[in-house]
């Protein structure tokens, strides 16, 4: 067997192992500390081969393993490879030609619904061709700029010869994926790593100096931080259901020099919540909910083949019960922010529907933020009053 051979048949041995139980990449860590002899450029190309194929989602499924494997690496690369030039060279002479060219040389068109089929699920305003076919391209890499250290941040970009995009708001940059960006910048106040449609919730906050909020699902307070970053004097209640992520809302809080907040365990769904929270009123909450994630999974494609559309009801009955549960904290006049990472309308204009049918208040702005045309993760942020 040729080295390239030997690639793909790694490839397919861990596709036909693998079974969406825990993340993908964790799953090739694993697989490769059981095969030690391979060394880092092996573990790059068959690695590559994995996820072009799962990016192709449910594209392919009648076509032999082999086959679907090298179309993935074709459909997703647009330059020459060494890998396709050795085993599909016909392929990789026309590795240049436009996505329907390519769909036309391998006899099966190349659609949305054909990668992804739940698209009459899609939130409306998705774009359902655009966002369907951005599986095939790899996300960016987003950090947002800190402190006034733009200037600094993008002099050492420079130094490093990385190749970055600054956006229009001086503070979101988009870099590529894989880019080393600890070992880049070693001053982690100067930025945060957050996808630039997450970075951009944020215009819905507008906090008041002084205010009280709540991030009630804080996870490691990637929002929160944001909103401390928009209004330092901002009192902060930071909560999660899960102990150990705001063990990490800690450390992250220290390396960005925040001090002031407090944090709580809290499950949202319990019927003794409310009782634990006393007569406490905020002026802003930021429902990021739990969600399938759907708006994230060109980050981790194999989420594609292993979701189950069941999941979508689940999650918005979650939505629901935790929107119910955090509302009557909000004082009159304050705002409901209320966020998922997912494009499915269930979880999104649904839930909307829900708070307002259920609840004085009423959307007052936003909706679905785009990402697949930039390279970046597509969420939902609406603001209530
Ligand atoms: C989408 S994540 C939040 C991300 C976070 N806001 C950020 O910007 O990094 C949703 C969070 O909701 C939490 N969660 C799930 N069920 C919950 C519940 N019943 N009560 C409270 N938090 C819950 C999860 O542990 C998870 O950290």
């Not at 969406?20 to 068959?46: C, N, Q, T, V």
């Not at 994995?50 to 179309?71: F, S």
């Not at 880049?184 to 909020?213: C, H, I, M």
Request: with cysteine; aromatic share 10%.
């Amino acid at each position: 067997m040729t080295r390239w051979e030997n690639y793909l048949a790694s490839a397919a041995k861990i596709i036909g192992a693998y079974q969406g139980s825990l993340p993908l990449h964790h799953f090739l860590k694993a697989f490769f500390k059981e095969h030690p002899y391979m060394g880092s450029r092996d573990r790059r190309w068959i690695s590559q081969l994995v996820y072009h194929y799962y990016r192709l989602g449910h594209w392919g499924k009648e076509l032999p393993l082999n086959e679907r494997i090298l179309a993935g690496t074709f459909l997703c690369e647009h330059t020459s490879t060494d890998l396709l030039k050795a085993l599909q060279p016909a392929w990789d002479e026309q590795i240049q030609l436009p996505l329907e060219e390519k769909a036309a040389l391998l006899g099966l068109p190349v659609t949305a619904e054909r990668i992804f089929p739940l698209v009459t699920e899609l939130s409306p305003a998705v774009d359902t061709e655009a966002f369907g076919l951005s599986f095939l391209q790899q996300p960016r890499l987003f950090i947002r700029v800190r402190n006034n250290k733009l200037d600094k941040v993008l002099k050492l970009l420079q130094q490093a010869a990385v190749h970055y995009e600054v956006f229009e708001n001086n503070a979101t940059i988009a870099l590529p994926n894989g880019t080393k960006i600890e070992t880049l910048l070693p001053e982690k106040s100067w930025y945060e790593v957050q996808d630039a449609s997450s970075q951009q919730t944020g215009n819905l906050f507008r906090p008041g100096k002084n205010e009280q909020w709540w991030d009630c699902c804080a996870a490691s307070g990637g929002k929160s931080i944001l909103l401390k970053d928009q209004q330092p004097g901002v009192k902060l209640l930071v909560s999660d259901v899960r102990r150990s992520i705001l063990e990490n809302l800690q450390q992250r809080f220290a390396a960005a020099g925040i001090k002031q907040y407090e944090a709580r365990v809290a499950d949202l769904t319990a019927d003794r919540f409310p009782a634990t929270m006393g007569q406490q009123k905020f002026d802003g909450i930021i429902l990021d909910a739990p969600c399938s994630g759907s708006g994230t999974w060109g980050r981790t494609p194999e989420s594609v083949s292993f979701f189950n559309q069941e999941e979508i009801l689940k999650y918005q009955q979650l939505q629901k019960r935790i929107a119910y549960n955090v509302i009557p904290f909000l004082k009159k006049g304050g705002a409901l922010i209320y966020i998922t990472c997912s494009v499915f309308r269930q979880e999104n204009e649904d839930v909307v529907q829900y708070i307002e049918e259920n609840s004085a208040l009423r959307k007052q702005e936003g909706g679905v933020i785009a990402g697949y045309g930039q390279g970046a993760d597509t969420m939902f942020a609406v603001r209530f009053s």
